[in-house]
């Protein structure tokens, strides 16, 4: 992973965590207070708490990419043809969306940019190679793990 500068984030546990649609989930981020809360149960799989951790700490890169660098990674993901994701955060969205979702670069195709971006993140750097949750195509993979390449690794990442 390339290296990350900023100030301090938090990082706690909690042992019950819902998400705004009031499911339970394995983290949370409040990217103002610059917090991340984690399951408990996260401690007892390095494998769930690296890919988990990963995730949360990229939504606070993508806050900062610029719009350039997100628009970027928005047209790979308006290029792909084939289905799945790397991670159930990502798919789901991915799975509700419109034609005219995206199109229109609605609120929901947005959100969804963002977890796929933290998704792929997790997927490249937390050492999880094989998890049920990475669906996507080799094809898109190699053209995500590309992007990241060109895009990300030669600077340190702004958190």
């Known amino acids: ?20 649609a009031g499911e339970a989930a394995h983290a949370a981020t409040f990217l103002r207070e610059r917090r991340i809360v984690l399951e408990t149960g996260l401690r007892r799989s390095r494998r769930e708490f690296s890919r988990i951790l990963v995730h949360e700490l990229f939504h606070f890169v993508w806050l900062r990419l610029g719009n350039p660098i997100r628009w970027s990674y928005e047209d790979v993901l308006r290029a792909e043809r084939c289905p799945g994701e790397l991670g159930w955060s990502a798919e789901w969205r991915r799975k509700a969306l419109s034609g005219a979702d995206v199109r229109s670069r609605t609120r929901r195709w947005r959100e969804y940019c963002c977890e796929s971006f933290c998704d792929t993140a997790a997927w490249m750097y937390s050492g999880t190679a ?15 793990r ?14």
């Open 1 to 20: 992973m390339p290296p990350a500068r900023g100030r301090p984030i938090l990082i706690e546990f909690q042992k019950t965590i819902v998400d705004e």
């Open 130 to 144: 094989d998890h049920p949750e990475f669906s996507l195509c080799r094809k898109s993979r190699a053209v995500r």
């Open 146 to 159: 590309e992007w990241f390449r060109k895009a990300l690794e030669n600077r340190s990442l702004s958190i």
